[in-house]
């Protein structure tokens, strides 16, 4: 009998561990999928469109420099955004020409 409270508690355990990572995972997002595939992809607290320039505030990663062919997302309300080139300044802020909305 042991052995059968033994195997029951590590299968329910098991159960549990994997409803957790469930529950856990954000679900699939087809627009934030093929943003990470097509380029690099900034996730910015605030975010500005004035078209065709997107101007975002504390993103990551930090990068510094010339950027093209890059997504920027609105963490506030999930607005994609894609641009074709751009600057950016570190995790303070980017900025993006030639954009067009993705979504939001």
Sequence with gaps: M????????TVLA???GAAALLLTTP??????ASAESAGE???CEQVE???PQVFGR??????????SDFTVIDRRDD???RCQSGWAEGPVRI?????RPQRG
Excluded: E, H, K
């Design 58 to 67: 504390t993103c990551g990663p930090g990068r510094w420099g010339p950027i």
């Design 95 to 99: 900025s993006g020409q030639n954009c």
């Design 49 to 51: 469109s004035r078209y």
């Design 2 to 9: 042991p052995c059968r409270a033994v195997a029951l508690s």
């Design 27 to 32: 679900p699939a997002d087809p627009a934030r």
């Design 41 to 43: 992809m900034f996730v």
């Design 14 to 16: 098991a159960a549990l």
């Design 79 to 81: 607005g994609t955004y």
